[in-house]
């Protein structure tokens, strides 16, 4: 399974990005789709989650700024931020828990990452 992200760059404050990432390859379902973000120096963190039904999950620190969603079809899960802020930058990295065969194990996979900067 890959995940392929696009998207990101350098936006200033209260500018607005998009990212998307697709999952290819082989497996049965794909169970949540998410963006996770490391800043220089800190750990990894949940920035938004969304599962096959749509049901959505975001980090304190950027509701009602972010909206996750998912195309279930075309295995491709997009977000959309806005206001964004300078503590918003960092790595973006997509995250999928995928079942891929019968034993219905969930494995998670990671994309690459994108960076993600905001400044004047």
């Known amino acids: 399974v890959q995940l392929v992200e696009s998207g990101g760059g350098l936006v200033q404050p209260g500018g607005s990005l998009s990212l998307s990432c697709e999952a290819s390859g082989s497996f049965l379902s794909i169970n949540t789709m998410g963006w996770y973000r490391q800043a220089p120096g800190k750990e990894r963190e949940l920035v938004a989650i969304v599962t096959s039904r749509g049901s959505t999950n975001y980090a304190d620190s950027v509701r009602g700024r972010v909206t996750i969603a998912r195309d279930n079809a075309k295995h491709t899960v997009y977000m959309e931020m806005n206001s964004l802020k300078p503590e918003d930058t960092g790595v973006y990295f997509c995250?999928?828990?995928?079942?891929?065969?019968?034993?219905?194990?969930?494995?998670?996979?990671w994309g690459q990452g994108t960076q993600v900067t905001v400044s004047s």
């Open positions: 995250n999928a828990r995928v079942v891929i065969n019968t034993l219905l194990i969930e494995y998670e996979y």
